[in-house]
């Protein structure tokens, strides 16, 4: 068995994130109805077909609630607050609330027109599709994994991030834990008092976790550095806060309405140097990266699909611009222009250009189930030994061979999970 | 490899140094062992060989820590990570990233090892510490022993000169602690690292070191030597020093393998005796009490009943899709103590949780008391059972120890000071404004012992009452839950601890992967079995001794 085999070969998480945010680009494009829900379809099956069993994968059904939460308040808006989309189409009149003369300009009930409401609901369906995507990049990215590919210079801040996220189920762990055993005083175990009476305790379990965290973490060698000359230093600071300088006075040139001409240039500069500085910087940083996420051919292929979906819906509006935006006034029933649809189905690319998820039933098989030789067993009968070939003396490392530790080898035959009958 | 000189370490507002005048060399390639008894400076120790004292812990050290000829006061724990790895008493607090094979890497990381060298390290590792299988999975769901075993498979990889382990086996069952025992062998062995290791479970590591380093007391410079020189006079000693010692063997044995050897005289001296009951016998079930029993401090007896304290039939525990026990049938009587054993995630912790209520039964039934503990409020389930949970400190809120006991009559509705009378009975040291935090492991689990206690609930439960409790500390719960077992009390631990459970126990079950797999008296299921026998049972066998102290009744000799 090799060993790159085991580890289950993921996308790279950035990937995931061009793809996503390539249809993100493309529904930003388009108010058509049926154009947002085939992509919103595309994303949920890419989703469908290739998110894992981590814990993060589940987010995705969170961002289709928030999705529809959108149109949902985007709608309520539209028929309290009225539109000013001009409409003959009455639906429906609801009392108007007079308001005072400071406040001219917003109304309060009133006509609802059909066409205030098919235009609302085409606007929260572009929102709720944005939504959609970054969902589907955070169901199917691992954000440890992403954080890894942070350059050398914010590692750190990367570390804080990913302890903040194991930290997290930790606590509730412990409120939990805690809540339960406040049965054990005769006190009720349920309701809001409980949480609260728990706070403190868990607080105070966290700290001294962090602190228990912080010993350890500095014992393996967190937080090491290089020695960087002087000058290396200087450099940094300089290119760091001058790029972001230029990064913001860049982008405050490209919003106002003059200053376009400087706004781009500056903004390019300010990137790069600030580019330059992060890559200066992690010159301290003496760490180097276990296994880090190769960019392969595959990631290519599922970036550029994304890529490409915006690139060709950002022609198509310009080439197009009526099938894209269906008239809300007056009412016409959108049309499902073919090739703007045919551009999205790109998007389906990494429903089949990814790797396939393991399908590891026992993942979160429990403690129990990992060692599976019942040690009283061997009073009925002599301790049968599974023979089995050993891993370890299969391989040629130096400190391995053909060393049987009974104890330890006989307790560790593998049948945990599921993957590895690949072997 | 590791030296101390003059060495003293004392925190701020401690009254008294926490180590004094230690002077230490521990050469290279050895597994030394450290004992002693709770408070004596033991973590201290180990934390100033990894840099965490003083740099972390705060406090002054005076003298000088060197460790592979780099002096601690001048390099910080991060500049002595590629010497010294360091596994602390709680191998979660140890994890940052989410992954076995991650969490391998992160020491060589932060080194900055090249990425090749990291490779094959992890993948050697992998094999050295049996976690191959496991390498992909998150940590949160591994078992004690394989969370012990890649806490010390993270540092290993770093390829450190020296490994330092606080309490490496407590938490784990007999097996889980021979597996761990065995990685460490093989490292001394086959890597020549040097091993030092403090360790409350002599039993299990003793027969393994090549020196022993004994903290007699407080502040008291420490002895180092010979294990079996330093066991003739240690204040604290597994069952089978203090076999070897009543015998008068010489020289001790520290393995039940010499012992037995040397056992065969004393083994015939025993033929014809019979070993006295360990415990007192408990009271012939279902017989309502006809003469009042002895009280402990003066409280009322117990109700007489004429139900179990405690029944299930057939019960069926689920967590999610996983079931935790399935079809457990357990009976336990009043004034019967029954130990619980099996390995890491048998179901043990989720059978007495069971009991309390804090799991509903999928299916069959528990009834404590004649009640269905889920369905009863806390209350009045208070009155009916206790549980001590592995974690005493859950059980603790209040930021004094008089605050807590007068929370705890509340609780109870007991008159004002039971719970007070309870702690100065178990604990006769500690003072009213003591912070429970500030107490040590066996003084947690005595004042959470008298929390529980204040309500007088006949069944009590304990989950692990031995982690982290030194052999005094074990000598006085033992004595406790005889008094308690003798006024009535039904008593049942989740345990690891074979020596408790000898000592202790009536009737011993063994669970695996949620059945009952055994039930039976502590004599008949421990000797039979490898994993669960006491050492005197194991040296002694095949009569079904127990205990030293058996064994020291039976000669007529005077402890």
Known sequence: MSAGQARPRE??????????????????????????????????????????????????????????????????????????????????????VPLPDWARGVRLGGRVTAEGLVFALYDALKLAALLICVGAANALANPARLLKSLPGALYEAGVAVVVAMTFAPNLVADVQRLRAAR????????????????????????????????????????????????????????????????????????????????????????????LAGLRLGGRRSVRTRYRPDAWGLREWLVAGSGAGVAALMIVAGSQAPGALHPSAVPLTAPRLPLWPAATLLIGLAPAF??????????????????????????????????????????????????????PTQARTQPRTQKGDSAR | MIRFEQVSVSYDGAAAPALRDVELTIPEGELCLLVGPSGVGKSTLLGAVGGLVPHFTGGTLRGRVTVAGRDTRTHRPR???????????????????????????????????????????????????????????????????????????????????????????????????????????????????????????LERVVQYADQVILLPAPGAAPVAGDPAEIMARSPVHPPVVGLGRIAGWSPLPLSVRDARRKAAPLRERLADRTPPPVSPAPPAPLVPQQRPRPRLLGRRSM????????????????????????????RVGAGETVALMGRNGAGKSTLLKTLVGMHAPARGSARVGGLEPHRTGPRQL?????????????????????????????????????????????????????????????????????????????????????????????????????????????????????????????????LAEGEVVADGPTAEVVVSSPAFAPQVAKVLAPSPWLTVAQVRDALGLVP
Not at chain 1, 48 to 59: F, K, L, M, Q
Not at chain 1, 373 to 392: F, G, L, M, S, W
Not at chain 2, 305 to 328: F, I, K, M, Q
Not at chain 2, 447 to 458: G, I
């Open chain 2, 79 to 201: 500049e002595l990570a590629d010497v010294v790895g360091m596994v602390g008493q709680d191998p979660m607090a140890h994890f940052v990233t989410d992954t076995v094979e991650d969490e391998l890497a992160y020491g060589m990381e932060s080194l900055g090892l090249p990425a090749d060298t990291m490779r094959r390290r992890v993948e050697e590792t992998l094999d050295l510490l049996g976690l191959e299988a496991l390498r992909s999975r998150p940590i949160a769901t591994l078992s004690g022993g394989q969370r012990q075993r890649v806490a010390i498979g993270s540092v290993l990889t770093t390829h450190p000169k020296v490994l330092v382990l606080d309490e490496p086996t407590s938490a784990l069952d007999p097996a889980a602690a021979e597996e761990v025992l065995a990685v460490l062998q093989r490292l001394v062995h086959d890597l020549g690292t040097t091993v030092l290791l403090a360790e409350h479970r």
């Open chain 1, 353 to 406: 250009l990814a790797p396939a998820p393991p399908r590891t039933r026992g993942r979160t098989a429990p403690p129990a189930q990992a060692r599976t030789q019942p040690h009283n067993e061997a009073r009925t009968e002599p301790r049968t030994q599974a023979p089995t070939e050993p891993p370890a003396q299969t391989r040629t490392h130096p400190h391995t061979e053909a060393r049987a530790h009974p």
């Open chain 1, 11 to 96: 996308l790279h998480a950035g990937a995931w994130w061009i793809w996503a945010l390539g249809l993100a680009t493309a529904a930003s494009r388009t108010t058509n109805p049926l154009l947002l829900c085939l992509l919103v379809a595309v994303a949920g099956y890419v989703v469908a077909a290739r998110r894992t069993e981590a814990p993060w994968a589940r987010s995705y059904g969170a961002f289709l609630r928030l999705g529809l939460a959108v149109i949902v308040i985007r709608l309520v808006f539209a028929v309290l607050l009225g539109s000013p989309i001009p409409g003959t189409h009455t639906v429906l009149t609801l009392p108007e």
């Open chain 2, 303 to 330: 109700e007489p009943s004429t139900a179990p304290a405690a029944e299930t039939s057939a019960l069926v525990v689920r967590h999610g899709s996983l079931d935790a026990l399935r079809g457990v049938d357990l």
């Open chain 1, 183 to 274: 049965r054990l005083r005769g006190r009720p175990d349920r309701g809001l008092k409980a949480l609260l009476q728990v706070g403190l305790p868990v607080l105070e379990g966290a700290l001294e976790r962090s602190v228990a965290l912080a010993a350890a973490m500095d014992s393996r060698g967190y937080g090491r550095t290089a020695q960087v000359p002087r000058a290396v230093r200087h450099t940094t600071s300089a290119l760091t806060l001058g790029g972001l300088l230029g990064v913001c006075a860049g982008t405050y040139g490209l919003l106002a309405d003059q200053g376009a001409g400087y706004g781009m240039p500056l903004l390019l500069a300010g990137v790069l140097a600030a």
């Open chain 2, 382 to 510: 208070l009155r009916r059972v206790g549980l001590v949970p592995q974690e005493p400190r859950d059980l603790l809120y209040a930021d004094t120890v008089a605050a807590e006991c007068a929370a705890a009559d509340r609780d109870a509705e007991a008159a004002p000071g039971t719970c007070r009378a309870l702690v100065s009975e178990l604990l006769p040291e500690v003072a009213d404004a003591t912070h429970p935090r500030d107490l040590s492991e066996g003084q947690r689990l005595a004042l959470a012992l008298a929390v529980v206690l204040t309500a007088r609930p006949p069944l009590l439960l304990l989950d692990e009452p031995t982690r982290g409790l030194d052999y005094a500390a074990k000598a006085r719960l033992v004595e406790i839950l005889r008094v308690l077992a003798a006024e009535g009390h039904a008593i049942v631990l989740a345990t690891h601890d074979v020596e408790l459970a000898a000592e202790l126990a009536h009737r011993v079950v063994i």
